[in-house]
């Protein structure tokens, strides 16, 4: 995820909130509850796993991207710094530090409540 993100602000795709907003809202919200092997297994249906294995399983002998990391120059370490502390909104390493312990205490409470 990191090369592939890298690339994207890299080429103006989007910006570092953009795919920041795109794994929360995303996998993110799936991920906090169950893992990629839980994930694909609904993702196979009725049959589950099984199916997943058979459809998706011949794909893994081919290269899933050829995307090497791209050169993290000059330009582009100020872009992702000029664009992450533009997202942060000024609000303090410490801040945003506890605001992150405090959301996963609560989500580690909420997946509690699902007993899963």
């Not at 953009?18 to 169950?34: C, E, Q, S, T, V």
């Not at 893994?60 to 502390?85: D, H, V």
Request: aromatic share 8%; hydrophobic share 35%.
């Amino acid at each position: 995820l990191w090369r592939e993100s890298l690339h994207i602000v890299n080429k103006n795709i989007a910006s570092t909130q953009d795919l920041d907003k795109a794994i929360h809202f995303g996998p993110g919200l799936r991920w906090a509850l169950m893992g990629n092997f839980l994930s694909y297994h609904l993702a196979g249906g009725k049959k589950g796993m099984k199916h997943t294995l058979e459809q998706f399983g011949p794909t893994l002998k081919i290269p899933w991207t050829k995307l090497k990391a791209p050169n993290l120059t000059k330009k582009l370490s100020n872009k992702i710094i000029r664009e992450t502390k533009k997202q942060s909104k000024g609000v303090s390493i410490n801040k945003l530090t506890n605001i992150r312990d405090n959301f996963i205490v609560d989500l580690l409470k909420l997946k509690n409540k699902y007993k899963f």
